[in-house]
């Protein structure tokens, strides 16, 4: 591994961000083309069902002529199959490209070294591992959806200082600041699904949307196990699709969704196995107590986030989940609250 190849490395990295929000379920890649020391080309995958990052990085290329003496530096392995796109590492091949710079392999089992071995039978040089564990970082919904057949789960809740989420009647009670609310719908648009659970639903009547950031609307899950909430709730104005997770009934209206499970013991498992089959790679799980506890508990969960107030209390209500189960990784300040990052180890 060469400096120069971390370097454009770093780069195609800083591309693949750019479809944060947009490629779900895919996952987010980057792609330059270096000519001698120079870039001729860079692209990522804009938009889920688009041309793949190494599609928009050729064509940027306007010499193809200089393609086979070029090198192609790609955050993922370079796809081997027919999906929405043609076969990324076919494309490379037929424009004659020889030197191939890979971050991590693609864990699809569609793809999983596919595409670097049709290169390698092709006569390319493939180099992979390069700058592997920000690859993996920046496509960790990917890649553990893939690994444990599960979305990836992020935990969100906001708590006083003195350490509650909610007054004891359940009162809705703002806690976080206005940076934080803000945050909060930046990352909404940022995972494919929101979940919450019926109490949360009931006292908070939720709208679960983007409005204060203007990104993409999530779906939205629901548990509702006996289909007691009201049908007059946000949650079911079929304004964007809403999964209603229960053991009653199985039925489709549009943008609304009911699912049956069969076993309330495993009830998280089912709902987790449904949302694999959906192909939901993220969710992020705003509340209640019960459900975060619950997904703590059964170590259905990834990184948690939690919005501690520095000044608001309450004094009694409902006690915030107790964070015993993850490693704080980091902390900040953000306005009149303190954001907490957890990781599950």
Request: hydrophobic share 40%; with cysteine; glycine share 8%.
């Amino acid at each position: 591994m060469t400096s120069s190849d971390e370097l454009y490395m770093r780069r195609a990295l800083e591309l693949a961000r750019l479809g944060s929000g947009s490629v779900n379920p895919n996952p987010m890649v980057g792609c330059v083309v270096v000519h001698q020391g120079q870039i001729i080309g860079e692209g990522w995958h804009k938009q889920y069902g688009g041309p793949h990052a190494e599609v928009n990085a050729i064509t940027a290329v306007q010499d193809k002529s200089l393609l086979p003496n070029s090198t192609v530096c790609v955050t993922l392995e370079p796809c081997s199959h027919f999906g929405k796109t043609p076969p990324c590492a076919d494309l490379l091949i037929s424009s004659g490209v020889r030197d191939v710079v890979v971050c991590n392999t693609d864990p699809n089992p569609v793809v999983a070294g596919r595409g670097i071995k049709k290169l390698f039978e092709a006569g390319a040089q493939v180099k992979v591992g390069v700058l592997e564990d920000e690859g993996l970082e920046l496509n960790k919904r990917f890649f553990t959806f893939h690994s444990k057949q599960r979305p990836f789960i992020l935990l969100k809740w906001a708590e006083t200082a003195d350490g509650f989420i909610a007054a004891a009647n359940f009162k809705q009670e703002q806690i976080s600041g206005k940076l934080a609310q803000r945050l909060v719908h930046k990352w909404r648009s940022e995972e494919q699904a929101i979940m919450v659970g019926s109490r949360t639903a009931l006292y908070d009547n939720p709208r679960l949307n983007t409005r204060l950031w203007g990104g993409k609307n999530p779906l939205r899950l629901i548990i509702d196990k006996q289909l007691l909430l009201p049908k007059e709730l946000h949650l079911f104005d079929k304004s964007q699709p809403t999964i209603v997770y229960n053991f009653q009934k199985q039925e489709e209206q549009d943008n609304l969704h009911f699912v049956k499970l069969q076993e309330e013991e495993l009830m998280l498992p089912q709902i987790m196995q449904d949302l694999h089959q959906r192909n939901v790679l993220s969710i992020m799980v705003e509340g209640g107590t019960f459900l975060l506890e619950s997904l703590l508990q059964t170590n259905l969960w990834d990184e948690a986030v939690v919005f501690k107030s520095k000044y608001k209390t309450l004094a009694s209500g409902i006690k915030a989940p107790n964070m015993t189960f993850g490693r704080l990784n980091e902390a900040q300040t953000l306005g009149p609250d303190r954001l907490l990052h957890y990781l599950n180890v």
